[in-house]
């Protein structure tokens, strides 16, 4: 499995939620995953490169998979100083503050990601829903409607970022329709309050 496919593998199974040694795929096959022997792979790639982001997110995303938390945002805080202009730290970051409901720490990865690469359409949707929670419903909209003209560029499920990077896009594709109506209602009744 190629470096690109293996992170996608990973980032789908963290954003996902399924920290448990089993997932879905789209392809609907299940695959194990021993995150024991993941962070031991991860181990041995830092021990050979410590400076390696590549390997700490893995190991960040490794002992996510096994239920250690502080250690998990350690080395993913750790690959993202290593290689700052790289927005998939930040991104598998956000999905472990999202499943904590850490609600500040998920804003600030995702505006750091998005000003890392403006155009990913993953980034805008999973924003939109943040100032969505927050009730700021013409931002909320705003970054909806940008998701939309930017998944609309997207040929295939995947985005692919600018470091090649790829991202699932195929739910934004089917939820930004319903989002940006559901936030247009939400903002007209506040509207109509006042």
């Not at 502080?70 to 930040?90: G, M, Q």
């Amino acid at each position: 499995m190629n470096r690109h496919r293996f992170a996608l593998l990973i980032l789908v199974c963290v954003i996902g939620g399924a920290v448990n040694s089993r997932f879905i795929l789209a392809q609907h096959k299940t695959v194990t995953v021993d995150w024991k022997a993941e962070l031991a792979k991860a181990e041995a790639g830092i021990e050979k490169n410590p400076k390696s982001a590549f390997w700490h997110n893995q190991a960040g995303v490794a002992y996510d998979g096994l239920g250690d938390f502080e250690n998990a945002v350690k080395e993913l805080k750790l690959a993202t100083n290593l290689e700052p202009s790289n927005p998939i730290h930040n991104y598998v970051l956000f999905a472990l503050y999202k499943r904590k409901g850490m609600h500040s720490a998920e804003r600030e990865v995702l505006l750091d990601a998005l000003e890392q690469d403006p155009n990913n359409p993953l980034g805008h949707f999973e924003f939109a829903f943040v100032l969505e929670k927050e009730k700021y419903w013409a931002d909320s909209l705003r970054e909806y409607q940008s998701a939309k003209v930017l998944v609309a560029s997207v040929k295939g499920p995947v985005y692919t970022d600018p470091l090649g990077n790829p991202y699932e896009v195929d739910a934004v594709r089917e939820s930004v329709d319903k989002a940006i109506d559901r936030v247009t209602k939400l903002g007209e009744s506040v509207q109509h309050q006042k």
